[in-house]
Each structure stands twice: as structure tokens, then as C-alpha cells.
């Protein structure tokens, strides 16, 4: 009877394990490296081939696994055992080899070169790789590509199509194989370096499946597409900049681009010291972080189900929105400011108004001055104001089960009512407060 892959897989694994104590480490590493290659395997018999050919490539696809545990400290047995394995090999691990300059785990480095006069547009395609664009003098695009096989069929491409050029990724394994254990690297792993020309002002385009990082970029419009992995940006100064991951984090720090599109599907958004024009972010599912953005136009932000932290922002129009999630809100400077949220309080200090919305939650807001309109809502929570002593104002309070507190002299009351208040202070009111809840109660200081 022939033997399945299942049964293939475990004899090669039970060769090269061999000689190690099954720790509870040791056996969960050869259990995921197991899994990865039945899968791999799996993948193989549904194109054609037959168990052997299936399990054979499987394995070379995961890299030299015997010559990986020799570098993992595993307490070895005490009768030695032989770990020959006459099954070929492509990948090594990136930490288990090193170069003659001394890289660890490089078997492979491609370089790339193109000249870019008369180019509007870099589109660069990469698969499961690591990228990282960095600026540089020479007037050429150069990209670096450290591969952790030696297969020349996995070097990436160079084509040029009237004014633009692409750069396309080479060969890549079939099922993609990475497994970190004690800080060493199974599979394959690839570091690509694009080294963009200072003169360079087109469009530039990236897109991978992994972790992408930009820094110190000038004078190209961005467009950054990750499927699965984060993406860091630092130092640009842009005319466009767009981001997109299905699953990682976005974080821009130090940087400036007249238009900014930021979305993550499913991770944290975080920015520190940005400027530009305007600004568009979203996280389906994560959290929302601005330290310092100056803009001269409008910011939305959104958040599907996360919490949202905002100071020190100025923007003409500001608009923030959580389905659920909690606000806080540090000197926040816009003309029209909206926040909402679904399910979660609302906290600001030193804010000038707004419009803030809570579904179920509590609204605490100080305000620095009161320059502008402030309305406060909530379905369910106490609303607490906290007001400069000089402020001029009227007000229009409403609650349907619970009480309203304020200081009443200095003011002059249409209407004085248990549940509803109305009136104003001052003899030149400059903003209008207007407070609703549907289950809570009002306070003014």
C-alpha cells in the first residue's frame, strides 16, 4: 500500500527530530511544521502530483529543517541518531546561513537598476515580501532584493512600458511557509529594499502582501497596498499620500502631504505630528490615535469598533465617528466639529464647541473658551459641561429621567422646568449650548 502524505511527512519529520528530547516545545514546533507541510502538500495533490513528488516539494519549499534545529538549542537524546535526509532542499531559513559579507540567512541578492528619465510612474508588485523605499542621490531606481534561497527563478523583473515602469517579484513558493520559533525563521523570508531617486516627482505605486515601511520620501504621490501587513511611515513630504491594508496597523509620524487616505480593515490607525490639506482615516477594527495634525482643509476619521484619542488637532472641518468605542479629546481647533459614537463616552478637555453624539454613553467636556455652537446628546448617560467663568451664552437643557444642575444666578430663565431648561447668560450671548439626554442627568459648571 502506498503510503500517504501524512505518513510521508512523519517519517522525515521523525529522521530529523530524532536525535532531540520531544520537549512540550519540541513537539509543538515539529506539530506546526507538520501542519504547514501537510498543507503544502495538499496543495500539490490537487495540481497533479502524486504523494512523493507532493511531500518532496513540500519540504523544499519549507527550507532545511535538519540544519534549523541544529541552531535551536533543543536538549538532544541521549543515544545520537543519524539525521541524514537525502531530500532536496531550496530554502533556508534566514537566520540559519550567512554570506560572505556576513548577512545572516541571505542566500541571494538580486539588484535592480533603471534610469527614470522620462518616467511618470514606479509600480512596484511584490508577494509575501518585507519593503522598505528610502530616498537616495543617484539618479537611478535601484532595488535590493535579499532572498533566503538561491533559486535564480525567485530574482524579481525589471519592464518598462512607455513612461512607466514596473518591478514584479519572482517565483514564490506555493504555500508560503513562515514560522518563528526562539527567534529563528523557518520558510522562505525576502527583504526588499527600493532605493527611489531624490529627483523623482511621479506617481510611485506599491503593492505586497506583507509589512511595508517609507521614510524620508519627497515629491512623489504614494499609493501604498498591503494585504497582509503593517505599514510605517516616517519623515515624507508628499503631494498624495494613499494607504491601504486588509489586516495591520498604519503609523505616520513626522510627515506632511496635501491629500492623506489612511484605511485599515483591521487594525490601529496612529499619527504623530502630521500636516497637510486634508485627511481621510479609517480603521474597521482598531484604535485611533492623533497627537499634533495641522491641516488647512477637513479631516474625517472613523473607527468601526475601537477607541479613538485625538489632541492637539486643527482642521477647518472635523468630523469623528466610532460605532463603539470611547473619545477623548485634547485642544481640538475646527470651525465645525463632529464627534460620534455608537456605544461609548465622550471625554474632552480644553475645547472651544462641537457637536457630540453618544448612543449610550457619558458626555464630559471642558471648555477653554466658547467660540462656537456646543451641542451635546446622548441616549443614555450624564452630560457634565465645564464652562470659562466668562462665557456668554444661551442654553436649551433637556432630560426625560434625570435632573439638571447649574448655577443660577447670572442667568435669565424662558423656561425653568424639573426635566427642561432654557434661557441665557450674559446680556451679549456668543454661542448657543444645547444638552439632550434621554436617561440622565445635566450639569453645568
Known amino acids: 500500500m502506498m503510503a500517504t502524505t501524512l505518513e510521508l ?79 532536496p532542499v531550496a530554502d533556508l531559513p534566514i537566520d540559519s546561513a550567512e554570506t560572505a559579507e556576513g548577512t545572516p540567512g541571505v542566500r541571494q541578492t538580486v539588484q535592480l537598476h533603471a534610469g527614470i528619465a ?31 534561497t538561491d533559486d535564480p527563478a525567485y530574482a ?50 506599491l503593492r505586497s502582501d506583507d509589512r511595508i515601511s517609507a521614510r524620508q520620501l519627497s515629491g512623489v504621490s504614494l499609493a501604498l497596498t498591503t494585504t497582509d501587513g503593517a505599514v510605517t511611515l516616517d519623515a515624507l513630504d508628499l503631494p498624495r499620500l494613499a494607504v491601504y491594508t486588509d489586516d495591520g496597523h498604519i503609523t505616520l509620524r513626522d510627515s506632511r502631504a496635501a491629500t492623506i487616505s489612511l484605511r485599515t480593515a483591521d487594525g490601529n490607525l496612529q499619527l504623530t505630528q502630521v500636516a497637510g490639506t486634508t485627511l481621510a ?17 477637513d479631516a474625517e476619521l472613523s473607527t468601526g469598533d475601537g477607541r479613538a484619542a485625538l489632541a492637539d488637532v486643527t482642521a477647518t472641518s472635523l468630523t469623528l465617528h466610532t460605532a463603539d468605542g470611547h473619545v477623548q479629546l485634547t485642544r481640538l481647533h475646527s470651525d465645525q466639529l463632529t464627534v460620534k459614537t455608537g456605544d461609548g463616552r465622550i471625554t474632552g478637555t480644553e475645547l472651544t464647541g462641537g457637536r457630540f453624539t ?53 442667568a435669565t430663565f424662558t423656561q425653568h422646568k424639573t426635566k427642561r431648561r432654557t434661557g441665557h447668560y450674559g446680556d451679549a450671548p456668543q454661542a448657543a449650548i444645547t444638552v439632550r439626554t434621554g436617561d440622565g442627568s445635566i450639569t453645568l459648571n
Open 118 to 148: 522620462g518616467i511618470t510612474r514606479i509600480m512596484l508588485d511584490y508577494a509575501c515580501d518585507e519593503v522598505t523605499l528610502q530616498p537616495t542621490l543617484d539618479p537611478e531606481l535601484s532595488v535590493i532584493e535579499q532572498l533566503s
Open 9 to 87: 511527512i512523519d517519517e522525515r519529520l521523525d529522521r530529523v527530530f530524532a536525535p532531540y528530547q520531544m520537549t512540550v516545545a519540541a513537539t509543538e514546533l515539529r506539530e506546526e511544521i507538520r501542519s504547514n507541510l501537510a498543507a503544502a502538500a495538499t496543495d500539490q495533490l490537487a495540481g497533479g502530483a502524486d504523494a512523493l513528488t507532493a511531500v518532496a516539494t513540500a519540504w523544499a519549499e519549507f527550507g532545511a529543517i535538519d540544519e534549523l534545529l541544529t541552531q535551536l538549542d533543543l536538549p538532544a537524546r541521549v543515544t545520537a541518531v543519524s539525521t541524514s535526509d537525502n531530500a
Open 358 to 410: 453618544t448612543g449610550d454613553g457619558r458626555i464630559d467636556l471642558q471648555l477653554s473658551e466658547l467660540s462656537q455652537p456646543l451641542t451635546a446628546q446622548t441616549g443614555d448617560g450624564n452630560v457634565a459641561l465645564t464652562l470659562p467663568p466668562t462665557a456668554e451664552y444661551t442654553f436649551t437643557l433637556r432630560t426625560f429621567d434625570g435632573h439638571i444642575t447649574q448655577p443660577e444666578a447670572g
Open 281 to 297: 482615516a479609517t480603521t474597521g477594527d482598531g484604535r485611533l490615535t492623533v497627537d499634533t495634525l495641522t491641516l488647512t482643509g
Open 156 to 205: 524579481g523583473t525589471l519592464t518598462q512600458v512607455g513612461d512607466a515602469l514596473r518591478i514584479s517579484h519572482g517565483k514564490r513558493p506555493h504555500t508560503l511557509f513562515r514560522l518563528n520559533f526562539n527567534g529563528r525563521r523557518f520558510g522562505f523570508w525576502s527583504v526588499i529594499t527600493v532605493n527611489v531617486p531624490v529627483t523623482f516627482t511621479g506617481d510611485l505605486q
